[in-house]
C-alpha cells in the first residue's frame, strides 16, 4: 500500500476509521444478532443458516417428501426415462436426490411395428421391485404423496 495516503481533504478507502476491523472483546459474541458496519448497525436474521436450510427443506416443493419421510408414505415418482417409481423415501437433499426403499419400477414397452407412434404395435406393461434405491435428482420430473389415497378418490 505504498503510495496510497490521504491527501488533505481527502477520504481513505483502506485507512479511515470506517474500515478498521473492530476489536474483538470478551463480551462480543459471533452469535449476535447485529453486525456493525460503516457507523452503522444491521440487524441480522434471526435464522442462522443451517436452521434456514433445515426449513427450505421442508416447505416449498420440499413439502412432499418431508411428509413422505415422516409419516413413511409412499410417492409415486414420475423419472425422465418415461419410468415411473412407487416407494418410500427415507432421505432426500436440496438436489431432490432421493433414498428409496421397497420401490416398485412401472413402465410400458411397445413391441416393434413401426416408428410411427400409431403403428407402434402392442404395448406390454413391465414392473420390477427393488429393496433399495438412491435416484439422482436431476432425473426426477414428478413427486405425487399418497397415490393410494388419490386413486380411491378418483
Not at 478507502?13 to 460503516?38: D, E, V, Y
Not at 411428509?67 to 436440496?94: E, F, P, S, W
Request: aromatic letters at 8%; glycine letters at 8%; proline letters at 5%.
Amino acid at each position: 500500500f505504498r503510495g496510497i495516503r490521504p491527501g488533505k481533504g481527502e477520504d481513505c478507502p483502506l485507512f479511515c476509521r470506517a474500515h478498521a476491523p473492530l476489536p474483538f472483546s470478551a463480551t462480543t459474541s459471533r452469535s449476535l444478532p447485529f453486525i456493525q458496519l460503516h457507523n452503522k448497525t444491521i440487524k441480522m436474521a434471526d435464522n442462522t443458516p443451517e436452521q434456514s436450510k433445515e426449513t427450505d427443506l421442508k416447505s416449498g416443493p420440499f413439502n412432499v417428501l418431508y411428509k413422505a419421510v415422516k409419516g413413511n408414505t409412499q410417492v409415486l415418482i414420475n423419472v425422465r426415462n418415461n419410468h415411473k417409481l412407487l416407494g418410500r423415501v427415507k432421505a432426500y437433499d436440496r438436489h431432490m436426490n432421493l433414498l428409496l426403499e421397497d420401490v416398485k419400477e412401472m413402465w410400458t414397452e411397445y413391441s416393434k411395428g413401426g416408428k410411427s407412434r400409431s403403428n407402434r404395435g402392442t404395448a406390454v406393461n413391465k414392473d420390477r421391485y427393488v429393496s433399495k434405491m438412491f435416484l439422482r435428482g436431476d432425473s426426477v420430473i414428478l413427486v405425487v404423496s399418497n397415490p393410494a389415497a388419490l386413486a380411491g378418490g378418483a
